[in-house]
């Protein structure tokens, strides 16, 4: 027997694209076969009257396939991307995982899922079991396979040296060009976690794409990545975290944990001067390991009060997001990702908090 077909909807009220401006009273209808149209469909189900419409969340910085104790099996992977999409976020940036998730794609309640494959580290310079561990001149390669893969690369950019006892580059600047050129030649980003002040240079200078977390950024390595058009991305709610890295530290590594204190305190700081500079900043979460799975709300909020304001916050979750992941948004067309709220989350963001409906590609979550 064939599937009975799923009934067209038709949602009207503030239609919002997801920027800091764009908006229009108006109404939009989901087709039978998930999509959103522009334009009447007959017979229509009217669900949502005089609400908040707009695209799904993005997080831009989420590992479905980790959790605190590394690796989790794929059913577990499924319930982290339910729970990402339940709350909103119905594209994510996969920004690393060791779990090949692509059998996950066909179930209708998982976020899209735009992939950087796994971490690629050196050995003893990562989270063990994470990344593919490579030696400097085997980075180019490596890199140019992944990026035969997925349109993502994600390298580990610093990370503490046991030998001296605090953070540290991994790679060469003359790898860095060679593999981030590698990427570039497959059609592939590269993006980097970087803590620390002294990998930078080396990165961005190499012609990365984009930069995780960012705490240690400087005035003269925000320049940079304004000179070049490196995005940020801050996870602001995981630097939440960092004075319980330097606890953990310990005694053993007393320079990492003195480091980790320093960029903390400033990090408020240094993510204002990156937006005041002009730096594209985008909301990501880093779920997975130490953060639960369906935050990103928490942080369009950290950000709105890092700098951004709710508007811009909104955006760099929204369809701004969307447009650098070159996914569509409020598009005729388009997978109906849909969220709908009762306020205007460019004023108040906390109203993302409790949507009245969650669709993705028609179907509904919440």
């Not at 944990?257 to 002009?278: D, F």
């Not at 709908?340 to 908090?353: C, H, Q």
Request: aromatic share 4%; glycine share 12%.
């Amino acid at each position: 027997m064939s599937p009975t077909p799923r009934p067209a909807l038709h949602l009207r009220g503030v239609l919002l694209d997801g920027t800091a401006e764009g908006e229009h009273a108006g109404e939009l209808w989901v087709t039978p076969e998930g999509r959103i149209s522009l334009e009447p469909v007959p017979d229509a189900d009217t669900v949502v009257d005089g609400a908040w419409i707009l695209p799904g969340l993005v997080d831009a910085h989420c590992h479905v396939g980790i959790g605190p104790d590394g690796a989790v099996d794929l059913e577990t992977a499924r319930e982290q991307g339910h729970t990402d999409a339940e709350a909103g976020a119905l594209l994510v940036r996969d920004c690393g995982s060791p779990v090949d998730t692509r059998p996950l794609d066909d179930d209708p309640r998982m976020p899209e899922i735009v992939r950087a494959g796994r971490h690629l580290a050196r050995p003893r310079r990562y989270i063990r079991d994470l990344p593919i561990d490579l030696e400097p001149d085997e980075l180019p390669a490596a890199v140019a396979e992944q990026a035969r893969a997925n349109p993502w690369v994600k390298l580990v950019g610093d990370w503490i040296d046991r030998g001296e006892g605090d953070l540290a580059p991994l790679w060469p600047d003359d790898v860095l060009r060679a593999a981030i050129d590698a990427a570039h030649a497959e059609g592939a980003r590269v993006t980097a976690h970087v803590f620390g002040e002294d990998a930078l240079p080396g990165l961005i200078g190499a012609g990365i794409d984009g930069i995780e977390h960012g705490t240690g950024l400087t005035d003269a390595t925000i320049a940079m990545m304004v000179e070049r058009g490196t995005v940020l991305v801050p996870t602001l709610i995981n630097v939440e975290n960092f004075p319980e890295f330097a606890d953990a530290a310990g005694g053993k590594f007393p320079r990492y944990g003195t480091h980790m204190r320093e960029l903390y305190a400033r990090a408020p700081l240094t993510i204002s001067a990156a937006i005041e500079a002009g730096v594209p900043v985008f909301a990501g979460t880093d779920a997975g390991g130490g953060i639960v799975h369906g935050r990103i709300v928490d942080e369009v909020v950290a950000l709105a009060r890092v700098g951004l304001g709710p508007a811009r916050a909104l955006a760099a979750a929204c369809d701004d997001a969307r447009a650098w992941l070159r996914r569509p948004g409020l598009a005729h067309g388009a997978p109906a990702d849909l969220l709908v709220v009762d306020g205007d989350p460019r004023a108040d963001p906390e109203v993302l908090r409790a949507p009245t409906a969650v669709l993705r590609a028609g179907t509904r979550l919440a």
